[in-house]
């Protein structure tokens, strides 16, 4: 009922920089939360960066500094701005976004089917 289709990942050299976007589509009534996890082989899931609806921010310390999340609700898109990328940031990059579809009662987690990033020299 919520769809979240991400683009933007490839491969990049340390020091570089890549731009994400996702984009949430379907019968959507309300977005909290929207944001940005990531899974690196033989790691759990870990979250990079999260923006409310009202534009409050929060980042991994791993992040600060060099990732910027922003999100436009008009356009029911979140981005991730990754600059003085790392190899240690080489992982598949997911969206995630707290909606609610105007017959469910509460807000369910979606989950985008991720975009893969490699730093690498």
């Known amino acids: 009922q919520v769809q979240l289709v991400e683009s933007g990942g490839g491969l990049v050299q340390p020091g570089g920089s890549l731009r994400l976007s996702c984009v949430a589509s379907?019968?959507?009534?309300?977005?909290?939360?929207m944001g940005w996890y990531r899974q690196a082989p033989g790691k759990e899931r870990e979250l990079v960066a999260r923006v409310t609806s009202a534009g409050t921010t929060n980042y991994a310390d791993s992040v600060k500094g060099r990732f910027t999340i922003s999100r436009d609700n008009a356009k029911k898109t979140v981005y991730l701005q990754m600059n003085s990328l790392k190899l240690g940031d080489t992982a598949v990059y997911y969206c995630?976004?707290?909606?609610?579809?105007?017959?469910?009662?509460?807000?369910?987690?979606?989950w985008g089917q991720g975009t893969q990033v490699t730093v690498s020299s």
């Open positions: 379907g019968n959507i009534f309300r977005i909290n939360d």
């Open positions: 995630n976004a707290v909606a609610r579809t105007p017959t469910a009662i509460t807000f369910h987690n979606y």
